[in-house]
Nanobody, 123 residues
Framework: QVQLVESGGGLVQAGGSLRLSCAAS????????MGWFRQAPGKEREFVAA????????YYADSVKGRFTISRDNAKNTVYLQMNSLKPEDTAVYYC????????????????WGQGTQVTVSS
């Protein structure tokens, strides 16, 4: 089993920054791809960013490219999402997820999920 715990969400003004963290336990974290997804009220859960096991390959949704950065520290079993230049449309619950296969952007291919952390961006 895998446990994923997100933290770092909150309320921020447009243009501000937040850094989300996701701590993993229960498996050898460094072997697996990790992703961040988000879900706004009334909308489908959507892909935000993903990173392969080593951190050497990263992928971003077009809507966050150039503003968000995904990274990982395998020694700490933690993946991060640095969010800069936040916009009101970034408001959502953010989830981290672990994929036992290759890194990808499809949420249905991820095997374990955290409980989510709320990010609210005010205008």
């Amino acid at each position: 089993q895998v446990q994923l715990v997100e933290s770092g969400g909150g309320l921020v003004q447009a243009g501000g920054s937040l850094r989300l963290s996701c701590a993993a336990s229960g498996r050898t974290f460094s072997r697996y791809a990790m992703g961040w997804f988000r879900q706004a009220p009334g909308k489908e859960r959507e892909f935000v960013a993903a990173i392969n096991w080593s951190g050497g390959n990263t992928y971003y949704a077009d809507s966050v490219k150039g503003r968000f950065t995904i990274s990982r520290d395998n020694a700490k079993n933690t993946v991060y999402l640095q969010m800069n230049s936040l916009k009101p449309e970034d408001t959502a619950v953010y989830y981290c997820a672990l994929r036992t296969g290759l890194v990808g952007t499809n949420r249905y291919e991820y095997d374990y999920w955290g409980q989510g952390t709320q990010v609210t961006v005010s205008s």
